[in-house]
């Protein structure tokens, strides 16, 4: 595992908790972030999460940076929707996320190459989405003020497969259902549902394939449903980041 982690500090340069001493004065590109580490939704294909993806360096900066945009300067104003040329931390955020999948990629990898089954570990995105350029194209921003959440979606087919969501300030559990189940307590793949995922500041999300078409997920932060380890969250403002890529229309 050192060796692992000399390579990546190699190629990545270092981690945070090796720059402690971090000069506030440093501007967002050079707040680094920890090594990152993956974990596989089980029972959804294609969903992924990075808890450590952002320091708590680089939120605070890029939570300034998406206040200084001023779409949020009236209580009523909660989403902001950016298509095509995406702002310069925005841009920053997509080859961060895609560096994040290049790390991650190269550590499950060279840790554990074949699963138990004999097949190959599955990717953190399909080569042919992590390699389009841009990587994104489109953003949301959505502020959510406590007792504020999403309703059960899959995101519009407009936007192609493969997508981000950063979650910054404030924890919450996100509920992922599968599409045609109805409203029995056991699915016919065995699953109860929904299952719920915990985002805390500074995850990344990630969905592609089966996460992205065959499951919708939403947030309910009504009392009773934010519940982790048997305790319900405490909700404060939290602020989303969902980056995508329009189908090409020919
Ligand atoms: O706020 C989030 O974490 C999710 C946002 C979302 O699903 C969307 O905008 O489609
Ligand atoms: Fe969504």
């Known amino acids: 595992m050192e060796d692992q982690v000399e390579?990546?500090?190699?190629?990545?340069?270092?981690?945070?908790?090796?720059?402690?001493?971090?000069?506030?004065?440093?501007?967002?590109?050079?707040?680094a972030d920890p090594i990152p580490s993956w974990e596989e939704i089980k029972k959804i294909n294609g969903l992924w999460l990075c808890r450590n993806f952002l320091s708590p360096q680089h939120q605070s900066s890029l939570?300034?940076?998406?206040?200084?945009?001023?779409?949020?300067?009236?209580?009523?104003?909660?989403?902001?929707?950016?298509f095509g040329d995406l702002p310069a931390w925005a841009i920053e955020l997509s080859s961060s996320i895609r560096e994040a999948i290049l790390v991650g990629d190269h550590v499950s990898e060279s840790i554990d190459l074949v699963t138990?089954?004999?097949?190959?570990?599955?990717?953190?995105?399909?080569?042919?989405?992590l390699w389009r350029e841009p990587l994104f194209d489109q953003l949301i921003v959505n502020v959510y003020h406590p007792?504020?959440?999403i309703c059960a979606h899959v995101d519009l087919m407009r936007f192609e497969d493969g997508i981000a969501i950063v979650s910054l300030e404030s924890s919450c559990v996100m509920h992922f259902t599968r599409v045609e189940e109805g409203g029995s307590d056991i699915n016919k793949h065995g699953e109860k549902h929904p299952i719920p995922v915990l985002?805390?500041?500074?995850?990344?999300?990630?969905?592609?394939?089966?996460?992205?078409?065959q499951w919708k997920h939403e947030i309910n932060r009504k009392p009773g449903f934010q519940i982790w380890?048997?305790?319900?969250?405490?909700?404060?403002?939290?602020?989303?980041?969902?980056?995508?890529?329009?189908?090409?229309?020919?």
């Open 229 to 250: 380890e048997a305790q319900e969250l405490v909700q404060e403002r939290r602020i989303s980041i969902t980056l995508r890529k329009l189908c090409q229309v020919d």
């Open 199 to 213: 985002l805390t500041p500074g995850s990344l999300v990630l969905m592609s394939g089966e996460a992205r078409y």
């Open 147 to 149: 007792g504020e959440g």
């Open 7 to 31: 390579v990546l500090r190699e190629v990545f340069g270092e981690s945070s908790s090796d720059s402690e001493d971090l000069d506030p004065q440093l501007n967002s590109k050079q707040i």
């Open 116 to 129: 138990s089954n004999g097949g190959t570990e599955p990717c953190l995105l399909p080569s042919n989405l």
């Open 63 to 82: 939570v300034s940076s998406v206040l200084k945009e001023g779409w949020f300067n009236e209580d009523s104003h909660n989403q902001a929707m950016r």
